[in-house]
């Protein structure tokens, strides 16, 4: 059975421009949550989709959005990029068989120059 | 507001000792779930286990137990005869108010010797 699965795992960005990160959940998972992991604020909640709405969001400026497709799939997309953006981004989901259970994927590097 | 607190930084042991892992956790949620994961280098948060606010029942899985206790808000973690590729950070974490939003504790970083 696949797990989430991300794209792209790493990349590099300079200040100023914007990027997305895709993010496929597991089969019949139909939850895909985001959060972002720096050293400094350690594991901190973006937002979550569900049936393609955004159900919740957490405490991060509107240069920060996502959207699900019909699929399911999930991206999300940073405008403006600023050195304190980079981070770790990681995917989520949950639903389907696996109940409450919240499954990872590996996560997108970001690195902002 | 849910809040979750890992008081320990890092901890050092050697293989085969026993090393757990304290977590605390607040919330006005009656029903919650709780969870710890597991992060290597690679950055992947791996999932090692899911307890419910309505059962206090702790387990044993394989070289993994934990201790819920509602009493005193916390969910313990503990990792028999460690080994070397147990040396990771753990996070504890919560979901309460919604489904699919967990609320992350600082994570402890375990480092097991040989």
């Known amino acids: 059975k696949a797990g989430v699965t991300q794209t792209p795992r790493y990349l590099i960005k300079t200040r100023g421009q914007q990027v997305t990160l895709s993010c496929s959940p597991i089969s019949g998972h139909r939850s895909v949550s985001w959060y972002q992991q720096t050293p400094g604020q350690g594991l901190q909640f973006l937002f979550e989709?569900?049936?393609?709405?955004?159900?919740n969001k957490g405490n991060f400026p509107g240069r920060f959005s996502g959207r699900q497709f019909s699929n399911s799939r999930s991206e999300m997309n940073v405008s403006t990029l600023e050195l304190g953006d980079s981070a770790l981004y990681l995917c989520a989901s949950s639903g389907g068989v696996s109940g409450n259970t919240i499954y990872f994927g590996e996560g997108s590097w970001l690195t902002v120059v | 507001a849910q809040k979750v607190t890992q008081a320990q930084t890092e901890i050092s042991v050697v293989e085969k000792e026993d090393v757990t892992l304290d977590c605390v956790y607040e919330t006005r949620d009656t029903t919650y779930y709780l969870f710890w994961y597991k992060q290597p280098p690679s950055g992947e948060l791996v999932f090692l286990i899911r307890r419910n606010s309505f059962d206090e029942q702790n387990e044993i899985s394989g070289r993994y137990s934990w201790n819920f206790q509602k009493s005193t808000s916390s969910f313990n973690f503990t990792i028999t005869a460690s080994q070397v590729v147990d040396s990771a950070v753990y996070f504890c974490?919560?979901?309460?108010?919604?489904?699919?939003?967990?609320?992350f504790g600082a994570g402890t970083q375990v480092v097991v010797t040989p």
């Open positions: 989709y569900f049936s393609e709405t955004q159900r």
């Open positions: 974490a919560l979901s309460a108010d919604s489904w699919g939003k967990l609320q």
